[in-house]
Nanobody, 124 residues
């Protein structure tokens, strides 16, 4: 079983910065892609950024140049540095992690799990 715990959300003025973290724990054997999504009130969840095992990144057009995704493989943690925040960035941010677990019986299973979300509110 895998647990994802996000932190770092909060209330910030337009132009401010926040850094989100998502720590992954459990019977993890490997972690593949790590990503961030967000969901604003009344809207569908949308992709924000992702990073592969090899460090390749991909960003939504709306955050390019302002947000940076990074990961610490030793800590199984993914980060999202958010700069130049705008009111339209207000949303609940979720991390998504894909990988493989290995249990005590040496059985391998893939996982594709989500965190519970952390609220980011940008006021003008």
């Amino acid at each position: 079983q895998v647990q994802l715990v996000e932190s770092g959300g909060g209330l910030v003025h337009t132009g401010g910065s926040l850094r989100l973290s998502c720590a992954t724990s459990g019977s993890i054997f490997t972690i593949d892609a790590m990503a961030w999504y967000r969901q604003a009130p009344g809207m569908q969840r949308e992709f924000v950024a992702e990073m592969s095992t090899f460090g390749n990144t991909n960003y939504a057009d709306s955050v390019k140049g302002r947000f940076t995704i990074s990961r610490d493989n030793a800590k199984n943690t993914v980060y999202l540095q958010m700069n130049s925040l705008k009111p339209e960035d207000t949303a609940v941010y979720y991390c998504n992690v894909k990988g493989t677990t290995r249990d005590s019986r040496n059985v391998f299973s893939t996982f594709d799990d989500w965190g519970r979300g952390t609220q980011v509110t940008v006021f003008s």
